[in-house]
């Protein structure tokens, strides 16, 4: 069902310390800045081996990642896997009694269609699956 992991979600409060450590203490090629409005947050993208490293500072604190930090602090958010068709697999997990945040597929960072599962149903791990776009 999930192709590989495709990246880590790392919400920050400080998005030039936290570029610093992973570009210059981690030697990771930054590749892509974006803010997304649609989940409230300015987006970097760093490429490790054949995943990313998402940073996602918040645009404000009501947002889910602001009141993620608000709550635990900056820190590991969520873990995303890649899958080849999102809605089938979206299709798929609700079958099998998976409880989704995200019923439908929305716009993601570089174009993807993303999804979160909820982490009640995920043993609390906030689970994203991204269909990349063609190219990525
Ligand atoms: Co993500």
Known sequence: ?????DHIGVAVEDLDAAIALYETSF???LVHRETVESQGVEAILLDVGDGHVELLRPLGPDTAVGK???RS???LHHVAY????VDATLTSLSAAGIRLIDAEPRVGIRDSRVAFLHP???GGVLTEIVEP???H
């Open 27 to 29: 030697a990771m090629e």
């Open 73 to 75: 602090g900056p820190g």
């Open 1 to 5: 069902m999930f192709g590989r992991i």
């Open 82 to 85: 890649a899958v080849d068709d």
């Open 68 to 70: 993620f930090i608000a």
């Open 120 to 122: 009640r149903s995920t």
């Open 133 to 135: 776009a063609k190219g």
